[in-house]
């Protein structure tokens, strides 16, 4: 994509956002007892009622995720030619993903600029979140699928490696994401240790392979 | 930083797309970080030489216990208009060991048609930094820290535009509650709002809390001035 199509892009998005606003405040005053229908039956009823680790999740907050969710299987999956190239897809969509985690330095002032209530960005902040931690994860299996001998003496391996493990990313996200990038980067330790003691299999075949 | 500089290190450089989705957010970043840190260092009067930063610490409990009331009026270097609902971030960096490297958000419970010199906010005791300025304003009654004001940050509802008001609160939720209240009041008195009937409701499962947050003692069917303005609560 060169820089045309980017600009093309980005002027398309700003009419198409100010049309839409603009339809959006004629049709406001007509859309009232739709927003009440949809206050009453969408965004009020729980799926499920507060818990300790999780919750609570009305029924738009679970339709917005599922949609959210369906969206980036879709650009992974659309029109696929090869696993590599879905292994390109995943890591280029958590890089996506990931500039939303970013781009603030708290949510204060994400909400404050978005003139929306701090949880929702909280809650939005922990979908992302988990979506960079799957993306993430199915990336690193991907290229592992592709190619298993990785070793961290080569930068192109350690960088990602680097980027797994560290802190600084996993202090972005939720406790459970958190959790969630210290097992993948232990589970990525354990493979390379794996790969590294599974050669010897192959040691009385071929001898001492490369 | 790490994570997003070997980030970058590990996108293809052939294209720069890729490395643009790290370049904008990083970009973003900076210019809120910028412009929040200029916008703090004149909120809290660094340029002024004899700027206030303090805020000090009020609470009616004789001994620490958890969940106690307390007051903290902050006295600000520069007045600030706080809009009905919103909060500030309070850095208290000399309030204990590890102060330094926390903000913690409090609601403000004050409320003025203008700019306000004083913040005033309620707040929890619980552990924490608030355990610790519950700890040290127990013993004298009071406590005096150097506090910095992050904000304000938050929205506030259009109450004045509504006939009928109907609040609900449950324990120390009544933070949130009270500068809509100070505003619907004010805006009745001065016929500045549509406001006419406030129907409020106050959860309360210790009926000291009152006394210990306001001063005032419950007795059933006492009917009181509530706020320093025109209104009156019931208790039942």
């Known amino acids: ?210 | 930083m790490t994570c997003v500089y070997f980030l970058w290190r590990h996108l293809p450089s052939e294209n720069i797309i890729p490395r643009l989705y790290i370049y904008v957010p990083v970009g973003i970043h900076l210019l809120t970080s910028i412009s929040q840190s200029i916008y703090f260092l004149y909120r809290n009067g660094f340029l002024l030489p004899r700027a206030s930063r303090r805020a000090v610490v009020e609470t009616t409990m004789g001994h620490n216990e958890n969940g106690s009331p307390m007051i903290i009026r902050v006295k600000l270097s520069r007045p600030l208009v706080i809009k009905a609902g919103q909060y500030v971030k309070l850095w208290m960096p000399t309030a204990s060991l590890s102060a330094w490297m926390q903000t913690h958000p409090f609601m403000v419970t004050s409320w003025s048609p203008g700019k306000q010199q004083t913040l005033e906010l309620l707040v929890q005791a619980r552990r924490g930094l608030t355990g610790v300025l519950h700890r040290r304003a127990t013993d004298e009654g009071h406590a005096s820290f150097t506090t910095f004001v992050i904000g304000p940050h938050g929205s506030s509802e259009p109450v004045d535009q509504y006939e009928s008001v109907f609040a609900v609160a449950s324990g120390f939720g009544i933070a949130g509650v009270i500068p809509y209240l100070k505003q619907a009041l004010h805006g009745y008195n001065t016929c500045t709002s549509r406001v006419r009937r406030i129907h409020f409701v106050w959860e309360l499962n210790d009926k000291g809390m009152l006394f210990r947050c306001f001063g005032v003692k419950l007795t059933s069917g006492q009917t009181f001035p509530w706020l320093l303005n025109r209104g009156s609560t019931t208790y039942s």
Not at chain 1, 1 to 20: H, N, P, Y
Not at chain 1, 69 to 91: D, W, Y
Not at chain 1, 116 to 132: D, E, K, N, P
Not at chain 1, 138 to 158: E, F, M, S, W, Y
């Open chain 1, 1 to 210: 994509m060169d820089q045309l199509s980017i600009l093309a892009i980005a002027a398309g998005g700003v009419f198409i956002g100010l049309f839409f606003f603009r339809l959006l405040g004629l049709f406001l005053s007509e859309a009232r007892g739709f927003t009440g229908f949809v206050s009453k039956h969408v965004i009020y009823p729980y799926v499920l009622k507060r818990r300790r680790m999780i919750g609570p999740w009305t029924w738009g907050g679970v339709g917005l995720f599922i949609i959210y969710v369906a969206v980036n299987v879709f650009s992974t999956l659309f029109k696929l030619p090869s696993i590599a190239e879905a292994g390109r897809r995943t890591g280029t969509l958590a890089v996506i993903n990931m500039a939303f985690l970013i781009h603030v330095p708290y949510l204060d002032i994400q909400a404050d600029l978005l003139a929306t209530q701090l949880r929702t960005c909280h809650r939005t902040h922990w979908a992302i979140g988990w979506m960079v931690g799957l993306l993430t994860a199915v990336h690193i299996a991907l290229c592992l699928a592709q190619r298993p001998n990785l070793t961290l003496a080569d930068k192109g391996d350690l960088f990602p490696f680097i980027v797994c493990s560290s802190p600084s990313i996993s202090e972005a996200f939720t406790d459970d994401l958190r959790l969630l990038f210290l097992c993948s980067s232990f589970c990525f330790s354990l493979f390379l240790c794996f790969v590294d003691f599974h050669m010897i299999y192959f040691y009385p075949l071929t001898g001492p392979l490369p």
